[in-house]
């Protein structure tokens, strides 16, 4: 063989295993240097009858090949499954984060390293864990190694201290040969949502009367009826929806009898939560209040549920993850607490539109005498003269305040001071929030 021909089966070679990085197998340890460097020696101990260099040199193209195919497939064959015990909590709860682990191969994998993607509010019980370079993640490394058809199960406490919607992964697996010559990536999709949702207390803390939460104000009530509690039977009536028809006492009757169900009393409500905390929103945020005013309209709205009233919320932020902002219609459904629930915990902390326009849009659609509950940090001009257009054209507006500011003097305006923070004492220090441009980004 010559050398020409040489160097150039051992270029095709180096392109075929791809050493340098630039495909899914790469390599530290080997360059182009030991590829040349194990042809000369090849070639010198051909031509010069030394059996120990042409030896030497098969060896390290060997090695090469052999650690290069074992990495190509050293992850093939590797099955990652990551699970959550509980996909929605509250805050102070935890969870149980398991990561599993199969190799389905007869082929042995030396070893593994597994990083999983956190974010950075959660904690990780007893595990330490570092930044990662995804922006609000923290990066969980494993390192194992799998023998043939071996499973490897881990679990671990994950706390969570605050609402929001957060996510466990993508995570990153990598392995190689027995030798460490060569190591392979490959991301894997196994996302898991987690929800936690805003924290509750009740009205005591809120310092609202249990049984008149907003006073003695008259609260606009709905004759409704409640179909789990029949009380009696009577003639069909053309209006009457078929789904009313009771048929064993139409039988009896000889005629279309329906049933009659208790009447009850509804009262409408609708929650709306303002996320402005300065007038000006490049003076930054003020956490705490933010979040106590959260905390405070998922304790009125899940009270008011229990108190079977038909409750909407509105807030003048974005859902996480989309550019949606929080309005959840009236209702009293089975699914209604859940929803109020789910997007609050999604709910950003930033004001994202003017409030007193979407409390001028939204309260239109509440009937006559409804109630309107406003939760606020601060009042300006514009705020003031829409409270005082709800309040002439008949609604009940109680202005529910976070902080100490100065409040209108405007007649049948209920208002009650709220505490600035219902989240604990280990919250204390992070009330004030400057935000900063950078590359499209809101930084702390």
Not at 36 to 46: D, E, S
């Amino acid at each position: 063989m010559s050398i020409t021909a040489l160097i150039q089966a051992l270029r095709a070679l180096r392109s075929k295993l791809r050493i340098e990085g630039q495909g899914p197998v790469e390599s530290r340890f080997f360059s182009a240097l030991w590829f040349y460097g194990a042809g000369i020696l090849l070639v010198a101990g051909v031509l010069a009858g030394q059996p120990a260099l042409s030896l030497l040199a098969t060896a390290v193209l060997a090695a090469a090949v052999v650690g290069w195919l074992w990495a190509r497939s050293s992850l093939d064959s590797v099955d990652l499954t990551v699970s959550l015990s509980e996909s929605r909590v509250f805050p102070d709860e935890s969870v149980v984060l398991a990561v599993s682990l199969v190799n389905r191969s007869w082929r042995p994998v030396p070893w593994l390293d597994l990083t999983l993607q956190i974010s950075d509010r959660l904690r990780v019980r007893d595990f330490e864990v570092v930044p990662s370079s995804w922006y609000g993640m923290n990066a969980l490394h494993l390192t194992t190694a799998l023998r043939w058809y071996e499973r490897v199960r881990l679990t671990f406490t994950l706390d969570c201290p605050e609402r929001g919607a957060f996510v466990v992964g993508p995570a990153e697996l990598r392995a190689g040969d027995l030798f460490g010559f060569f190591a392979r990536s490959e991301r894997r999709a196994v996302s898991q949502p987690l929800l936690v949702y805003p924290r509750r207390v009740p009205l005591g803390e809120l310092g609202l009367p249990a049984r008149y939460p907003f006073g003695e104000t008259r609260l606009q009530r709905y004759l409704l009826t409640d179909p789990t509690r029949p009380i009696g039977v009577r003639d069909y009536h053309p209006e009457d929806s078929f789904r009313t028809i009771h048929w064993k006492a139409t039988a009896r009757a000889q005629r279309i009898q329906v049933k009659v169900f208790e009447p009850t009393a509804a009262v409408q409500v609708g929650i709306f939560l303002n996320l402005d905390t300065f007038e000006r929103y490049w003076e930054g945020m003020d956490y705490v209040r933010a979040e106590s005013a959260i905390v405070a309209a998922a304790s009125l709205a899940t009270d008011g549920l229990a108190r079977r009233w038909l409750v909407g919320i509105y807030a003048n932020g974005v859902l996480s993850g989309s550019d949606q902002p929080l309005r959840i219609r009236p209702g009293r459904g089975p699914r209604q607490a859940e929803a109020i629930l789910e997007g609050l915990a999604k709910l950003t902390p930033l004001a994202a539109s003017s409030f007193p326009r979407l409390l001028r849009e939204e309260a239109r659609q509440f009937p006559w005498g409804s109630t309107i509950v406003v939760i606020s940090a601060l009042m300006t001009d514009s705020l003031e003269a829409v409270l005082t257009r709800l309040l002439d054209e008949g609604r009940q507006v109680m202005l529910l305040q976070i902080g100490d500011y100065d409040t209108p003097a405007l007649p049948g305006l209920y208002v009650h001071r709220l505490p600035e923070n219902l989240l604990g004492p280990q919250w204390a220090g992070r009330h004030r929030y400057v935000f900063a441009v950078d590359g499209g980004r809101v930084l702390p």
